[in-house]
């Protein structure tokens, strides 16, 4: 139980478009989301904490109008990177918790390269 | 401010020594404290966490609350044991199930 999947795997796009990346809970209620950015031989940092039904809760630093996080359901949430840049070439990967949990469940990240 | 600190990005040991994870970390009120691991070209999950104080594939950590310090340890350590480790204490109050990532250690147990 508690799988977390995220599409697409991987992308790669064009300076200046927009990409979207989804994160679902395949098999329970995810309340709360958590989108982290990891590069290169780093560690995970959070980017923004999405709770269903209402506004995501942004990083000090990251940009909210760059990286838009929906959270529409309680098994969805998205983060869409708007414009993007080459600097922003990463590898996002989330994360899902039930109301209340202290375990997070992650998914498999995606990697985005922007040419 | 909260802090968490892997002192080791690398670590290397052989098959069948002990082998122990460095993690400090500096916290306002009583944060839970996990450990993660991420193995070769899998996801990011969860291997233990102070409070069920349960032993995982045989490691264990002890929660220090006056040096502040969450080491993981294994007494034997195995092949299949290396991985990237990640200590991560999770929120204050306000803050709900919000994790902070150390910086991470590289485990490679050699045979």
Request: charged share 20%; with cysteine; aromatic share 12%.
């Amino acid at each position: 139980g508690a799988v977390v999947s995220q599409h697409p795997s991987w992308v790669i796009c064009k300076s200046g478009t927009s990409v979207k990346i989804e994160c679902r809970s395949l098999d329970f209620q995810a309340t709360t989301m958590f989108w982290y950015r990891q590069f290169p031989k780093q560690s995970l940092m959070l980017m923004a904490t999405s709770n269903e039904g209402s506004k995501a809760t942004y990083e000090q630093g990251v940009e909210k109008d760059k990286f838009l996080i929906n959270h529409a359901s309680l098994t969805l949430s998205t983060l869409t990177v708007t414009s993007a840049h080459p600097e922003d070439s990463s590898f996002y990967i989330c994360s899902a918790t039930t109301q209340g949990g202290e375990t997070q469940y992650f998914g498999p990240g995606t990697r985005l390269l922007v040419l | 401010a909260q802090r968490v600190t892997q002192p080791e990005k690398l670590l290397s040991v052989f098959k069948g020594a002990p082998v122990e994870l460095k993690c400090n970390y500096s916290y306002s009120g009583s944060p839970e404290l996990f450990w993660y691991v991420q193995y070769s070209r899998q996801r990011l999950q969860l291997l233990l966490r102070h409070i069920s104080r349960e032993s995982i594939k045989g490691f264990t950590a002890d929660l220090n609350k006056g040096e502040t310090s969450f080491h993981l340890k294994k007494p034997f350590a195995q092949e299949e044991d290396s991985a990237m480790y990640y200590c991560a204490p999770q929120g204050e109050e306000t803050s709900g199930s919000r994790l902070t990532f150390g910086e991470g250690t590289q485990l490679t147990v050699n045979p």
